[in-house]
């Protein structure tokens, strides 16, 4: 949240610094305040099985695992900057906090009797910035029709479970990581400064586990998620 903070201060500094440039030509800005809508795409299904002897009794046990992780849908809000370059291009720079539900689902077989354990879910953090190359098309004074592809560094919050088989504290590291995305929208404008705007964005989002362990392990919980934002922009 803090770094959040932070990054909203630099929006409003770019805002200051695109104010006289917009007085020199008209009406080449666009803030975009926004209500977003986040559906993940992708999940995290692991299986293992082996056997030991579980509870020391002196017999082997065959013990089966299915562990199903995904992120789960949620709201979140953003801010957004497009400096028009031109009629047709624009190039845009956004910034969304969303807070999902990461759940757990744990299931397997014991000696082939089947067991579930109740579902787990936990708070994380999903903070994408991004810049694109918007291309406007359709232009005219009451709507503005627009699509771009985009670049992305998205930041993940971290995760702390309580383990469902020994009780303890799992803390969960995610790696940010940079990726990329696309994006259309439409603006459809109310008078010559503000508008009501919606969009869809895709980003091709892999969030990796943290880990101390061999090089070669990559655990990835696979979010890829659609967002729809609602909101309104004003245009100077």
């Known amino acids: 949240m803090k770094t959040f903070v932070r990054l909203l201060v630099l929006f409003s500094f770019i805002a200051m610094l695109a104010g006289p440039s917009a007085l020199a030509a008209d009406q080449k800005n666009v803030f975009r305040f926004q209500l977003n809508y986040f559906m993940p795409s992708g999940d995290l299904t692991m299986t293992d099985a082996f056997e030991e002897d579980i509870d020391g009794d002196g017999t082997i046990d065959t013990f089966s695992l299915n562990e199903k992780a995904e992120y789960d849908s949620a709201l979140g809000f953003g801010i957004e900057y497009e400096y028009m370059a031109s009629e047709l291009i624009g190039l845009d720079f956004g910034l ?3 807070k999902p539900d990461v759940k757990l689902n744990v299931s397997g ?4 009797e089947s067991f579930a354990l109740p579902e787990i879910s936990e708070g994380g953090e999903f903070m994408p910035l ?5 291309f406007h098309f359709g232009k005219s004074e009451k709507i503005d029709f627009y699509l771009g592809p985009e670049l992305a560094y998205i930041m993940y919050g971290d995760l702390t479970f309580t383990d469902p088989f020994f009780g303890e504290e ?7 990581e940079f990726t990329f995305g696309a994006k259309l929208g439409l603006d459809f ?7 009501i705007s919606a969009q869809a964005e895709y980003l091709d989002a892999s969030s990796e586990v943290d880990t101390d362990e061999a090089d070669d392990l990559s655990v ?3 979010p890829s998620p659609f967002i729809l934002t609602f909101g309104v922009a004003y245009k100077f």
Request: glycine fraction near 4%.
């Open 170 to 176: 799992t803390k969960i590291k995610f790696n940010d």
């Open 130 to 134: 991004t810049a694109g190359l918007m």
């Open 189 to 195: 404008f109310l008078d010559e400064s503000w508008a």
């Open 96 to 98: 969304k906090y969303i």
């Open 109 to 112: 077989t014991l000696n082939d």
């Open 220 to 222: 990835n919980l696979d």
